[in-house]
């Protein structure tokens, strides 16, 4: 019996070893790529995406990882905006590591009307 309880504490002390959270590990992280798309005309859409965003990761033991900013890694992080769809401006997307609020970056979204691009064409 002692055996099989030696046993059981020894693969309950393994299975909460490997499962540690990587985010105690994470020394920094910062965005890598800005999204492909930042300029959205006025009320074409409801919504924006961060496709082509990407965040650097460094571990504590040096490795770093560049992830796409919809991967499984980016579970968490906190994204949050106060854009009006409906106002031309410059709007700001701010990312964040939500283990320890740390902020990750600022990405400036910019809402324009139709005829302010073919303005600035001219």
Same mark, same amino acid.
């Given at each position: 019996? @002692? @055996?099989?309880?030696?046993?059981?504490? &020894?693969?309950?002390?393994? #299975? #909460?070893?490997?499962?540690?959270?990587?985010?105690?590990?994470?020394?920094?992280?910062?965005?890598?790529? &800005?999204?492909?798309?930042?300029? !959205? !005309?006025?009320?074409?859409?409801?919504? &924006?995406?961060? !496709? /082509?965003?990407?965040?650097?990761?460094?571990?504590?033991?040096?490795?770093?990882?560049?992830?796409?900013? =919809?991967?499984?890694?980016?579970?968490?992080?906190?994204?949050?905006?106060?854009?009006? &769809?409906? #106002?031309? /401006?410059?709007? +700001?997307? #701010?990312?964040?590591?939500?283990?320890?609020? =740390?902020?990750?970056?600022?990405?400036?979204?910019?809402?324009?009307?139709?005829?302010? +691009?073919?303005?600035?064409? /001219?």
């Amino acid at each position: 019996m @002692k @055996k099989i309880m030696l046993i059981l504490l &020894f693969l309950l002390l393994l #299975t #909460t070893i490997l499962s540690c959270d990587m985010g105690l590990e994470v020394v920094n992280i910062t965005l890598g790529d &800005f999204p492909r798309n930042i300029v !959205y !005309y006025i009320n074409d859409s409801d919504y &924006f995406t961060l !496709y /082509g965003t990407t965040f650097i990761t460094e571990i504590r033991d040096g490795r770093v990882f560049e992830d796409d900013i =919809y991967s499984s890694s980016a579970r968490r992080l906190t994204i949050t905006n106060n854009i009006d &769809f409906t #106002t031309p /401006g410059v709007y +700001e997307v #701010t990312i964040r590591w939500a283990l320890n609020d =740390y902020l990750v970056g600022r990405i400036p979204i910019q809402i324009i009307e139709r005829d302010m +691009e073919r303005r600035t064409e /001219g």
